[in-house]
């Protein structure tokens, strides 16, 4: 065989291998990209359980003013940040989304405190879907980490890495539940001396 023909060959096989690595790393990426979003559908599902709620809840709870005002401005930043195009866009919309579940759970604890405001229908069919969509969530959250580890580990391990390199495919965060809300202690005299 001519030396010209066998360079041809070997280069024909290499843009081969780069072009199926290529295609493993952005396919990858849109995976990931895909799980995210479906766990944005899951918390869709819930933040628009949160305008009855608030509305119910200002009526109760009005030295609360406050927590009120901040779950309705993360919702409102939850809706801005929502479909993330990067790994840096996605780890953003992750803080907003932690930092909304984190009071929505404080409100929750709230609603709880107030018997007349838990005793309204509308609030108990929002905590009865809350706690429903709370199971579609944790599934999601686990798809979504799975396609995360898979983008992370074709992003850190080459010869994806340089791939990924050249098309600015960076990893992504991986959701994870605050453990220090999921471990802290309950203090129940705060919500005996109301």
Avoid: C
């Avoid at 609360?64 to 940040?81: A, G, I, M, P, Y």
């Avoid at 993330?84 to 989304?97: D, I, N, Q, R, T």
């Avoid at 604890?109 to 108990?124: G, R």
């Amino acid at each position: 065989m001519d030396s010209t023909v066998t360079f041809l060959i070997v280069l024909a096989v290499a843009a081969l291998i780069f072009y199926g690595l290529y295609v493993k790393v952005i396919s990858t990426r849109n995976r990931a990209l895909e799980a995210l979003a479906s766990i944005d559908v899951q918390l869709r599902k819930r933040y628009d359980l949160l305008p009855n709620v608030l509305k119910l809840a200002a009526r109760y709870m009005e030295h609360e003013r406050d927590l009120l005002n901040e779950v309705t401005r993360l919702r409102s930043r939850f809706q801005e940040t929502e479909r993330p195009k990067s790994g840096e866009a996605a780890a953003e919309h992750l803080g907003v989304v932690q930092a909304l579940e984190k009071q929505v759970g404080r409100l929750m604890i709230q609603v709880e405190a107030y018997p007349d405001l838990k005793a309204e229908k509308p609030i108990q069919e929002a905590m009865m879907q809350f706690s429903e969509v709370e199971g579609h969530i944790s599934a999601a959250r686990r798809f979504y980490n799975s396609a995360v580890t898979d983008l992370n580990n074709l992003v850190q391990i080459f010869p994806t890495s340089m791939i990924a390199g050249w098309v600015k495919v960076s990893e992504m965060p991986y959701y994870e539940v605050e453990e220090e809300a999921v471990r802290q202690p309950i203090d129940a005299d705060d919500y005996l001396k109301r």
